[in-house]
């Protein structure tokens, strides 16, 4: 059976303001474990993409979550109208 070939990695350019950004969130979250950087990632990344998900769903809705003004219904019930 042949072997698949790899796929080259994506390199990034390390550059100095990336790496003070690196040591800066190594202190911050005192990463010395694979399992303290997922801790970190979830921290960074869970929340951003939390407001993402709000926004799009406000973008859906057409109202914000804390707008209330689109939930106000007019009822008609025997003739009687009520708010």
């Known amino acids: 059976m042949a072997r698949r070939e790899k796929k080259p990695v994506h390199?990034?350019?390390m550059?100095?303001?990336k790496r003070q950004?690196?040591?800066?969130?190594l202190q911050e979250y005192d990463i010395e474990t694979a399992e303290d950087i997922q801790d970190a990632l979830k921290d960074l990344l869970?929340?951003?993409i939390r407001e993402m998900m709000e926004a799009e769903m406000d973008d859906h809705l057409g109202?914000?979550?804390s707008d209330i003004s689109g939930l106000?219904?007019?009822v008609t019930f025997?003739?009687?109208s009520f708010m």
């Open 72 to 74: 106000c219904i007019k």
């Open 78 to 80: 025997h003739g009687r």
């Open 15 to 17: 550059t100095e303001g």
């Open 11 to 13: 390199h990034v350019q």
């Open 63 to 65: 109202y914000e979550k």
């Open 21 to 25: 950004i690196i040591q800066q969130l």
């Open 46 to 48: 869970g929340g951003t």
